[in-house]
């Protein structure tokens, strides 16, 4: 079975540009999360679907990041207009259902860099 | 709030030795998961094992194992016969709702 996919891998902007990132979950999964990685804060969530419905978007920074999950096989993650502090990898994960036993599969991430 | 604490930013071994890395978390929870992901430079965050708090017994994956204390909220993970393959970033996580909280990192590195 295909993992989690993401596009695209590495994404190079200027600021103000918008900025789209692509995820595809694993077939079957319910629950999608996306992840932000930086150093200074490490890895954390951004929003969580449930599904396709965003059930948290409490970790969503500003309101230039939105979010979609228009059907159970993709999801976007938008930034417009972008920053260099938006710079980080994003990962999109997966779960078969949201409860706390069922492990989280993470995607390849995109590494954005934002000029 | 929960938070996940990492103590070693950095540690070496070499090829084919034993090495412990370091997790404790804190939480007012009972029900809850713990997890290792090891993150190699290709960047996949990629599970190496995980926890049930309550069960006693360590989980163990081949060469890898925890050492689960729950009453003093530690969660260290073995790695036996290190290979080369094994550097990477290794990042401890907690969980109890639906978000995964993990630590800093420790990043590994394996040496001939």
């Known amino acids: 079975d295909a993992g989690v996919i993401q596009s695209p891998r590495h994404e190079v902007t200027e600021m103000g540009q918008e900025v789209t990132l692509r995820c595809k979950p694993i077939s079957g999964h319910n629950s999608l999360f996306w992840y932000r990685q930086t150093m200074m804060r490490g890895l954390e969530l951004l929003i969580y679907?449930?599904?396709?419905?965003?059930?948290?978007d409490s970790g969503m920074p500003e309101d230039r990041f939105s979010a979609k999950m228009p059907n159970a096989s993709f999801s976007t993650l938008k930034i417009q207009p972008s920053e260099p502090r938006d710079s980080a990898v994003y990962f999109c994960?997966?779960?078969?259902?949201?409860?706390?036993?069922?492990?989280?599969?993470f995607g390849p991430g995109t590494r954005l860099t934002v000029l | 709030a929960q938070t996940v604490t990492q103590s070693q930013p950095e540690m070496s071994v070499q090829e084919a030795e034993t090495v412990t890395l370091s997790c404790t978390y804190d939480t007012s929870e009972n029900n809850y998961y713990l997890f290792w992901y090891k993150q190699p430079p290709s960047r996949q965050m990629i599970l190496v094992i995980r926890q049930e708090a309550y069960k006693q017994q360590n989980a163990t994956e081949n060469r890898f194992s925890v050492n689960f204390q729950k009453a003093a909220k530690s969660f260290s993970l073995k790695i036996s016969d290190s290979q080369l393959g094994d550097t990477a970033m290794y990042f401890c996580?907690?969980?109890?709702?639906?978000?995964?909280?993990f630590g800093k990192g420790t990043s590994l590195l394996v040496t001939p």
């Open positions: 679907f449930n599904n396709n419905v965003p059930i948290d």
């Open positions: 996580a907690f969980r109890s709702g639906y978000a995964l909280n």
């Open positions: 994960a997966s779960s078969k259902l949201a409860g706390v036993s069922h492990t989280q599969y």
